[in-house]
């Protein structure tokens, strides 16, 4: 079965420094992959998804994510943290054929002004 | 593009009534919507797959006499949590599937239902 780890339940980063938060999944097939983000009593934006094509994917508000088939790793970064970044922020995993969603615990994200 | 409403986004009712909660993608269609619940300061927990024009598929756990699912169209599917009880309230989240091989998972807003 697959699954997803989300390293640090909590991350506090200051306003301007590089945010980093950790991914790892576990599949026995090619996985596709996403990040999401929550901000209070809301629902979940799709900030990236990764689905096979180039490794490096690109998403809203300036974050990117890297796909490492060698370390089973999909990283969220953003070069700059704002304000605004402060949220909850999930990894999710899905196999080709089906459609369902495996989630990670969520990071939750902290900005110290 | 790619919305999805959901309604109510905030609901409290007395124990023992029943709620519907509505989710609609407003600008695609949507065979498959997904139905999740989040306890406080935890992850989404998958409780079905509704199907249009087909019975719902719910998750080991999952009651499904509690929680009715209905996806009448390719736009809406809605819960109903059948003689709420106070243990029912919950974070319940929405998701539709856009379309395409490669179609991702938008979520609502959620509905925070409180049973008293």
């Known amino acids: 079965a697959q699954s997803v780890t989300q390293l640090g339940s909590h991350v506090s980063v200051s306003e301007g420094a590089l945010v980093l938060l950790r991914c790892n999944y576990s599949?026995?097939?090619?996985?596709?992959l996403f990040w999401y983000v929550q901000y209070p009593n809301q629902g979940l934006q799709l900030l990236l998804k990764?689905?096979?094509?180039?490794?490096l994917v690109k998403g809203i508000n300036g974050f990117e994510a890297e796909f490492k088939k060698s370390e089973t790793s999909f990283h969220l970064t953003k070069p700059s943290a704002h304000m605004s970044d402060a949220a909850e922020y999930f990894c999710?995993?899905?196999?080709?054929?089906?459609?369902?969603?495996?989630f990670g615990t969520g990071t939750r994200l902290t900005i110290i002004p | 593009g790619a919305v999805v409403s959901q309604h109510p986004s905030w609901v409290i009712c007395k124990s023992g009534t029943s709620v519907k909660i509505e989710c609609r993608s407003l600008?695609?269609?949507?065979?498959?919507m997904f139905w999740y619940r989040q306890f406080p300061k935890q992850s989404l927990m998958l409780m079905a797959t509704?199907?249009?024009?087909?019975?719902?598929?719910?998750e080991q756990g999952v009651e499904k006499d509690k929680f009715l699912i209905n996806h009448a169209s390719l736009t809406l599917s809605t819960l109903t949590v059948t003689s709420a009880h106070p243990e029912d309230s919950s974070f319940y989240i929405c998701?539709?599937?856009?379309?395409?091989?490669?179609?991702?998972?938008?979520f609502g807003d959620g509905t925070r239902l409180s049973i008293l």
């Open positions: 999710a995993l899905s196999l080709f054929g089906n459609e369902k969603l495996t």
């Open positions: 509704s199907n249009e024009g087909s019975k719902a598929t719910y």
């Open positions: 599949s026995s097939v090619p996985p596709y």
């Open positions: 998701s539709a599937r856009s379309p395409g091989l490669l179609g991702a998972q938008h």
């Open positions: 990764y689905t096979s094509a180039a490794t």
């Open positions: 600008d695609f269609q949507a065979t498959t």
